[in-house]
């Protein structure tokens, strides 16, 4: 599975949105981007994914680029339960579905 | 939506005990089950891979015969530290994959058990 990477933290405001980077640049055409996020103590939950068109679900939006080396998750209206370490990761959807978590980016929205 | 169980929450037990982990999936069947584990301030790391009915795969580092693992049907999935240390103390966190869901998520993952070895 390609690598990720993104900033260790970010902050927000409450009300505004959360962008997050992700940097993919060695992805393959069959992989997909996937975020799931963490909040404290508790597991992992799955936001969005995506190949290479945009997607939006009643969470988020997911942002790729057309060369597909990087991708934007949007939190549009950012609350204090979203504060969370978001993960992006690579994969090949279907593959052995094994989930490698990098470090993520610590989000933290501020009131 | 699909829900994963994990039991017991927390759990404190004398080094050189054995410990139980249950995940449960509530409501579909898993025929894959993982195991992570975290420590504290970092990301998770699989473990290992629970195959019902088959044996369990286990990624490179990880004692087969320390951590069993047992996945006897598709709804229930075990982890046991066996001779626990303190360093085996961490967060163990399960996920399940609906065999039946093609769609997005593949994964669901349990609230996680944390082990504190005294």
């Known amino acids: 599975d390609a690598k990720t990477t993104q900033p260790p933290s970010m902050d927000c405001a409450e009300g505004r949105a959360a962008n997050l980077p992700c940097n993919h640049s060695?992805?393959?055409?069959?992989?997909?981007v996937y975020w799931y996020r963490q909040i404290h103590s508790q597991g992992p939950q799955y936001i969005i994914h995506g190949l290479k068109n945009n997607e939006t679900n009643e969470m988020a939006s997911l942002i790729i680029t057309e060369d597909r080396k990087s991708s934007t998750l949007i939190l549009p209206h950012a609350t204090l339960r979203d504060t969370a370490v978001y993960y992006c990761?690579?994969?090949?959807?279907?593959?052995?579905?094994?989930?490698?978590f990098g470090k993520g980016t610590l989000l933290t929205v501020n009131p | 939506g699909a829900v994963v169980s994990q039991h017991p929450s927390r759990v404190i037990c004398k080094s050189g005990t054995s410990v139980k982990i249950e995940c449960r999936s509530l409501?579909?069947?898993?025929?894959?089950m993982f195991w992570y584990r975290q420590f504290p301030k970092q990301s998770l790391m699989l473990m290992a891979t629970?195959?019902?009915?088959?044996?369990?795969?286990?990624e490179q580092g990880v004692e087969k015969d320390k951590f069993l693992i047992n996945h006897a049907s598709l709804t229930l999935s075990t982890l046991t530290v066996t001779s626990a240390h303190p360093e085996d103390s961490s967060f163990y966190i399960c996920?399940?994959?609906?065999?039946?869901?093609?769609?997005?998520?593949?994964?669901?993952f349990g609230p996680g058990t944390r082990l504190t070895v005294t």
């Open positions: 409501d579909f069947q898993a025929t894959t």
């Open positions: 629970s195959n019902e009915g088959s044996k369990a795969t286990y």
């Open positions: 990761i690579v994969r090949v959807r279907g593959s052995n579905y094994k989930l490698t």
């Open positions: 996920s399940a994959r609906d065999s039946r869901d093609r769609g997005a998520r593949e994964q669901y």
């Open positions: 060695t992805i393959s055409g069959n992989e997909y």
